[in-house]
């Protein structure tokens, strides 16, 4: 299934590819599945807890620390784009923003 996000952003769920103004990016089995989830949810703040149980099965420290990591490479991913970021809710979780610029 293609996830058409935004004009420079697609996301093929099948295939586990990232659009990126034009530019296929490959991701990994957990950034997809994290990017899955957060773009199920943009401009809502996907939950901490919620995301480690549904990815992870676990969220204990040191899988917290681990999606910590495939955050920061799901931004440089999408650093490209002007309009579309990854941010914190600080006590939360995260959250995917598409602004409509």
């Keep these: 299934m293609v996830k058409n ?10 295939t586990q590819k990232l659009i990126v103004n034009g530019n296929e990016i490959k991701l990994t089995t957990k950034e997809s599945q994290l990017f899955d989830f957060l773009s199920d949810n943009v401009n ?23 999606m910590d990591v495939y955050i920061t ?11 579309v970021s990854i941010i914190n809710v600080h006590g939360e979780g995260h959250r995917l923003v598409i602004s409509t610029k």
């Design 73 to 83: 490479k799901l931004r440089k991913h999408l650093k490209p784009i002007e309009n």
């Design 5 to 14: 996000l935004c004009k420079n952003l697609s996301f093929n769920t099948l």
């Design 44 to 66: 809502t703040i996907s939950k901490r807890e919620d995301v480690l149980l549904k990815i992870w099965k676990n969220n204990d420290y040191f899988n917290s620390r681990s």
